[in-house]
């Protein structure tokens, strides 16, 4: 992990990301997303504010601004796993149940140990009841 959070240009922007990093960890959202969102502007090639921005996002449950900056961190990092399943986690809390396994799939493609993988047994069987549902009401 430390990698992706020691990746910016400089000394500054690394101790910025610290700094951020202990701020979301305290449950002080707003002033990490503003050290995040900072950072962003000053380091657009670095993928990890991107990822945070859309992690404080998830937290305060606008998915939709987090799906934005996981797109953003994708862009930078495709293999970023931690993006990758924090998205199943949104498709999950939407419903949205094929997505969701589908980005489990790919994480777990990247990182086979990912701990997201422990719900592909839930979507499986969430999927195995939609696809029972959608037949009997075809039958019926």
């Not at 910025?16 to 962003?40: P, T």
């Not at 000053?42 to 900056?69: C, G, H, R």
């Not at 140990?113 to 039958?139: A, R, T, V, Y």
């Amino acid at each position: 992990w430390d990698i992706w959070i020691t990746k910016g240009s400089d000394q500054k922007n690394n101790l910025e990301m610290s700094k951020g990093l202990i701020l979301l960890n305290n449950g002080n959202l707003n002033n990490a997303l503003k050290v995040f969102l900072n950072l962003c502007k000053v380091e657009p090639e670095w993928a990890e504010p991107f990822n945070k921005v859309a992690t404080i996002k998830f937290l305060q449950k606008d998915y939709l601004t987090s799906i934005k900056y996981i797109k953003l961190t994708l862009e930078k990092e495709r293999r970023h796993f931690g993006a990758i399943s924090g998205l199943a986690q949104i498709n999950l809390r939407l419903g949205r149940f094929e997505n969701a396994l589908k980005n489990i799939n790919h994480a777990m493609q990247i990182h086979p140990f990912i701990s997201i993988k422990k719900i592909k047994p839930f979507l499986l069987e969430k999927l195995k009841k939609k696809e029972i549902k959608i037949h009997l009401n075809f039958i019926n």
